[in-house]
């Protein structure tokens, strides 16, 4: 079932108030997905590769056109302590986030969580320096 055919079976919202059960491929890795695992009732992603579509302009309304695939590029953590995936669009460069499912890849979820201490935005190299030109002494502590 495409978007349009949902959209003719569904009223706006009906998302936001009803378990989704649909079952689909993954439009990335090309791996079946299914609802049941995912810890809620709302699967919005794919468990392996952690890519989900652009569909919804608010969560649950699937009202948007873009359709494009939305890759993971960060996780962040909920003030309750649940984990996040951050997504952004392929086409459209729309970010939004997204509850992180019981049974999400944790390697892959890892690996998006470190990247950011992997790929520092300078050379780890000059780590003293610029520790000393923010006023301190520049010495790593041992």
């Given at each position: 079932m495409n978007?349009?055919?949902k959209?003719?079976?569904?009223e706006a919202g009906y998302y936001k108030t009803h378990p989704c059960s649909d079952s689909f491929i993954c439009k990335n890795c090309g791996r079946p997905v299914v609802p049941e695992g995912a810890g809620s009732d709302h699967r919005n992603h794919?468990?392996?590769?952690?890519?989900?579509?652009?569909?919804?302009v608010e969560p649950g309304d699937r009202e948007s056109d873009c359709g494009g695939l939305m890759?993971?590029?960060a996780v962040?953590?909920?003030?309750?302590?649940?984990w996040a995936i951050i997504h952004r669009c392929r086409?459209?460069?729309?970010?939004?986030?997204?509850r992180v499912a019981a049974d999400d890849?944790?390697?892959?979820?890892?690996?998006i969580a470190m990247k950011p201490l992997c790929l520092p935005p300078?050379?780890?190299?000059?780590?003293?320096?610029?520790?000393?030109?923010m006023a301190g002494d520049g010495k790593i502590a041992p």
């Open positions: 978007r349009e055919n959209r003719k079976k569904y794919c468990p392996n590769c952690l890519v989900s579509l652009h569909v919804d890759d993971p590029v962040w953590v909920r003030k309750n302590g649940e086409r459209c460069g729309k970010l939004s986030s997204n890849n944790p390697m892959k979820l890892m690996s300078f050379p780890l190299e000059r780590i003293e320096e610029m520790t000393a030109l």
